[in-house]
């Protein structure tokens, strides 16, 4: 991948996670989509507004799909995947665990993932066939064995109050079985996090593209393996997914199948 789109990926998410976090606590102006917890803030926004505007200055026929505005320019070869405040929930109730993911696909192959963290200072990046990295580390993912000795995260879907199948009854299978489950509320970062180790698994049932492009890439390069609940590819418009150290993830399966036949 050429040097300019890394650059160009790193120093966006840089730029826009920088601008959240100064912004942060200061009782952001929210607006809801289509349901009473699905949220966007105005910094959602600008962020969104600061990622394009860089990315339209170096790259203008390139095409962009981003969470807030959806497909703005192309058609073209090259699609950036931008999701501008991973964890709106948590930003606009003061929690510190967020995250601007960017991600490039080229003919519709993922090639390369920024995840920015600005509350920890981590910039989380992928190349494809060039590893997943953090700073100067070389992230690779753990090596538990069992699901018995892993640590998990899931997070549930802004439809929880309306759907039956909202993940709770998975949430308590995967409780009993495994160490601990975690609810921090970035897709992204829980991504990052089984590509750093730090998790065994993750798996979220109705996700956006958004979430998934950087993160699921940063999995695979660090030696994970990411699919869908059944074992399958990704449906890359409305990712429902299982992200792991590879070891567990057969057994992660099994329980997502128990779950699903009642
Ligand atoms: P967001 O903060 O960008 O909206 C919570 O588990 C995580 O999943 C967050 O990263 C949230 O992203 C995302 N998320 C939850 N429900 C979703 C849905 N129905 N569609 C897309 N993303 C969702
Ligand atoms: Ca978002």
Redesign the pocket.
Known sequence: MDERYRSVAIDAARRAGTLLRSEAGKHPQISFKGSPT???THM?RRAEALIIEAIYAEFPTDAILS?ERGTVGGPSSRRWIV?P???????AHGVPV?CVSVALEVDGQTRLGVAYDPNLDECFLAERGRGAWLGGERLAVSETPTLGESLLA??????IREITRNNLAEFGAFSRRCQGVR?M??????FCYVAAGRLDGYW?L???P??VAAGALMVEEAGGRVTNLDGGPLDRE?PAVVASNGRIHDEMLRVLKEVEAG
């Open positions: 699905n949220l966007v959602d969470e999701d405040l991973d964890g709106t929930t948590n930003y967020f899931t997070g549930f879907p802004y439809s609810r509320g970035s897709a992204v970062l829980y979220e109705r996700l956006g958004w979430d409305r």
